[in-house]
């Protein structure tokens, strides 16, 4: 599974790069915090699929890692080659990046 850091990421968006960012909590978690990409809740990825692109890269988050990883890993393994893992999801960004958004 392809990875990217907190810090990686950031560089990416200060620099303008054609990324899309999803975010793949619940509702409810959004509310709380986010980082702004799209939302597709992780029970409806695969009924979205046409909403994932494929011609840029694309990196997925949740809270912490771990959901997004799985989305990834199933996603790489069914033809997706331009996916990455946010590793630490939204905590490392609150923790690293900008601790005004909130850890829950």
Do not use: F
Not at 29 to 53: S, Y
Not at 54 to 76: E, F, M, P, Q, W
Not at 77 to 88: F, H, K, R, V
Request: aromatic content about 6%.
């Amino acid at each position: 599974m392809q990875e990217i850091s907190v810090s990686e990421l950031k560089t990416r968006l200060d620099n303008g790069d054609d990324i899309q960012v999803i975010d793949i909590r619940e509702d409810y978690e959004v509310e709380i915090a986010t980082l702004g990409g799209e939302h597709l809740p992780m029970g409806e990825v695969m009924d979205n699929l046409d909403k994932i692109r494929k011609d840029c890269d694309v990196i997925v988050h949740c809270r912490s890692g771990a959901r997004s990883g799985n989305v990834v890993t199933y996603l790489t393994q069914n033809g997706y080659d331009n996916l990455y893992n946010l590793t630490g999801g939204i905590l490392a960004w609150s923790a690293e990046i900008d601790s005004t958004v909130p850890q829950y």
